[in-house]
């Protein structure tokens, strides 16, 4: 389904991202979203199907858990009248990751200034965001880096 075109605000879909079946199979909860979208907390618990061979976090949540916040969050910021997707995504393992883990996201007002005025001409624009995950004691066990795609839909081909 396509939640994209749906509007039930922050409360709404982190409601709906922690009955989405792909977050609660691997353990993952989304905390918190900001109601202007500039922010998301999601936490990932050790749980017996989200571990490794080893016992530690499996790399595939802990990357599934970053997956589609800065791309939700700048739709959300720009509006409809733009397409933002994902175009690519880094994880560096630095750490075994055990227990709890969380990553926060932040969308800066600047981000989104950037991304309007970048794309004004119909040019297409694509930002790099990073967001670390960090454990119980804050030390970071892995870092992510997303890339997305933003055009203004009528510039679409």
Same mark, same amino acid.
């Given at each position: 389904m396509n939640f994209s075109k749906l509007n039930f605000g922050a409360a709404g879909m982190r409601r709906m991202m922690n009955l989405w079946p792909v977050f609660r199979g691997a353990g993952i909860r989304v905390r918190e979203i900001a109601?202007?979208? !500039?922010?998301v907390t999601?936490?990932? !618990?050790?749980?017996?199907f989200n571990r490794n061979?080893?016992?530690t976090h499996f790399g595939g949540s802990l990357?599934?858990?970053?997956d589609p916040f800065f791309m939700i969050m700048m739709m959300q910021n720009?509006?409809?009248?733009?397409v933002v997707w994902d175009k690519a995504g880094t994880v560096r393992f630095l750490k075994p990751a055990k227990g709890t883990v969380t990553a926060r996201f932040t969308l800066e007002e600047q981000d989104v200034t950037r991304a309007r005025e970048a794309t004004a001409a119909g040019d297409k624009y694509e930002p790099r965001f990073k967001?670390?995950?960090?454990?119980a004691e804050g030390v970071t066990v892995a870092d992510v880096e997303k890339?997305?795609?933003? !055009? !203004?839909?009528?510039?679409r081909a």
């Open positions: 109601p202007d979208f !500039r922010s999601v936490e990932l !618990r050790a749980k017996l061979w080893v016992g990357f599934a858990m970053t720009l509006g409809r009248e733009y967001v670390d995950i960090v454990d890339t997305l795609h933003v !055009r !203004r839909e009528s510039a």
